[in-house]
């Protein structure tokens, strides 16, 4: 017969210390590809997301002769403005379903008349507030 200790089967302290080691190593050598190709990914879609917003300015434009104000702002894509100036022509089903949110959770900036050009629209970046570098770093149109 065996004795009890012989029965016990179990991974020893050797064992599972090397396997702690390869998935340490897995995710060393992983993680920074992915988390390179997450912050990419991200500004791509703050890109697409701003030559949407521009487009519908652009149509915005055609339609009223001029670019919604600064205190009327990118709201005037989704529903009529009540504020001065009122548009001349504003489509009824407006130029756009709904305002994206940039992919950090905050809503994209405009400003009429703009620093780098006639309009400007921009994400804050993952920080939230201006200026800023790498994944902080403020982007906008004036980038297309």
């Known amino acids: 017969m065996h004795s009890p200790r012989a029965r ?3 991974f020893t302290l050797m064992e599972i210390m090397v396997v702690i080691f390869i998935i340490g ?3 060393a050598v992983v993680a920074p590809s992915v988390l ?3 912050d990419k990914a991200m ?12 487009q519908a300015l652009d149509m915005y434009r055609l339609d009223n002769l001029r670019f919604p104000s600064a205190e009327q702002g990118l709201s ?3 529903s009529k403005p009540t504020l001065e100036p009122l548009p001349r022509a504003w489509r009824a089903d407006g130029y756009i379903r ?13 400003r009429a008349p703009g620093q780098h050009g006639r309009i400007d629209i921009y994400s804050l970046g993952a920080d939230g507030v201006e200026g800023g570098e790498g994944i902080d770093a403020d982007l906008g149109n004036w980038e297309l």
Do not use: C, F, H, N
């Not at 500004?43 to 521009?54: H, I, Y």
């Not at 709904?98 to 994209?108: E, I, K, S, V």
């Open 43 to 54: 500004k791509q879609k703050v890109m697409a997301d701003l030559s949407t917003l521009e």
């Open 36 to 38: 390179g190709s997450q």
């Open 98 to 110: 709904r305002l994206p949110q940039d992919p950090w959770g905050t809503a994209y900036q405009y």
């Open 25 to 27: 190593l897995l995710i």
């Open 76 to 78: 005037a894509l989704v």
């Open 8 to 10: 016990q089967r179990g």
